[in-house]
């Protein structure tokens, strides 16, 4: 059974970076036609789809966060993470990492953006 597990700071100052990182387990990132996805839901809003990556690296962002957005991967760790520039409190979310066909979600992690 794959499993999905965020990790990262709770709490980022305004103006700086957003790092966060999925360690996956039973199941590879490299496995073929999958894909990994990172998605935030603010207080009171719905799910936002911030970006993927695929098994074979390609990666692909949301139009509106494509600028402050970057994923990658590390595959010795079964590893992908997100890291999201110049974070304003509007960034503040539970910040979610899922396989890309949205089956398998790991439990959330809440950021808050604030000085």
């Known amino acids: 059974q794959v499993q999905l597990q965020e990790s990262g700071p709770g709490l980022v100052k305004p103006s700086q970076m957003l790092s966060l990182t999925c360690t996956v387990s039973?199941?590879?990132?490299?496995?073929?036609?999958?894909?990994w996805s990172w998605i935030r839901q603010p207080p009171g809003k719905g799910l936002e789809w911030m970006g993927a990556?695929?098994?074979?690296?390609?990666?692909y962002y949301s139009p509106s966060l494509k600028s402050r957005t970057s994923i990658s991967r590390d595959t010795s760790k079964n590893q992908f993470s997100l890291q999201l520039s110049s974070v304003t409190p509007e960034d503040t979310a539970l910040y979610y990492c899922?396989?890309?066909?949205?089956?398998?979600w790991g439990q959330g992690t809440l950021v808050r953006v604030s000085s």
């Open positions: 039973g199941g590879s990132i490299t496995t073929s036609n999958y894909a």
């Open positions: 899922t396989t890309g066909s949205l089956d398998l």
């Open positions: 990556i695929a098994y074979d690296g390609s990666t």
